[in-house]
């Protein structure tokens, strides 16, 4: 049985959250406050945490911060009552795998929970490392190393630098980076990849190297080396 922690301080959204998904065949803990949730996962890692922004205490793009900085790979989910691209921009970029605006419908979130727990349960690559230039990406670890340096890389961040990595020299349109990293969200515009692609890139690029990722007008992005 799948276990999901719901980090949520309303308490009718709780309920509902709780009785559907245990109705739904999984385990479910809720916790009401950032510093509780941190407190269980760390306790019991979960399979998935459903993480609502506006908590009393920290807020869920801090708790996000925490669990990867924990180097916890569990997948999150973030609803909020938030529907501007910034929000959804800080949210995705605290590490968090999906994001889903209140209200919300049952069915689509469960939608997403099960898809998420899907790719989890699935890895999709046989490879250990992609080496491009003097840039390496251990897929196993999911670390990213240049010139010897360690970069840290939120989830989506490091999701996109594997898209690119993999198909280096290619330039990748918009449409695949939506589909492979945001899994077609279409609360997830072209706002968000640009700013994305642009953190990454400066991090890439933080100790002065050359640039690595190129944008190609009109099409798309492309990585290849120096």
């Given amino acids: 049985m799948k276990r999901i922690h719901v980090v949520e301080d309303e308490p009718q959204v709780a309920r509902l959250l709780a009785s559907g998904l245990s109705y739904k065949g999984f385990e ?7 510093t509780q949730a941190l407190n269980r996962i760390a306790e019991s890692m979960p399979d998935i945490v459903i993480l609502d922004v506006m908590l009393p205490d920290i807020d869920g793009f801090e ?8 180097h916890t790979n569990v997948p999150i989910l973030m609803l909020t009552a938030r529907g501007a691209v910034a ?6 970029d605290c590490g968090a795998d999906d994001y889903l605006t209140k209200p919300f419908d049952f069915e689509e979130l469960l939608a997403r929970v099960r898809a998420r727990l899907r790719q989890e349960t699935h890895p999709h690559s046989p490879a250990k490392k992609i080496i ?3 840039l390496v990406i251990d897929l196993a670890s999911r670390q990213v190393w240049r010139v010897g340096q360690l970069i840290e890389l939120t989830k989506h961040e490091y999701d996109l630098l594997e898209v690119l990595a993999r198909n ?3 330039v990748i349109t918009p449409g695949i980076f939506f589909q492979r990293v945001w899994r077609d969200d279409l609360d997830v515009g072209p706002e968000v990849l640009k700013v994305s692609i642009c953190t990454l890139r ?3 690029n933080a100790h002065g190297q050359a ?6 007008r009109g099409i798309g992005y492309m990585l290849k080396p120096a």
């Fill in 28 to 34: 479910v803990s809720v916790a009401s406050s950032g």
């Fill in 87 to 92: 929000d959804k921009v800080v949210g995705l």
């Fill in 211 to 216: 640039n690595l990722i190129h944008s190609v």
């Fill in 132 to 134: 491009v230039g003097d």
């Fill in 63 to 70: 708790v996000c911060r925490r669990l990867r900085r924990s």
């Fill in 168 to 170: 280096a020299g290619q």
């Fill in 202 to 204: 400066k991090k890439l």
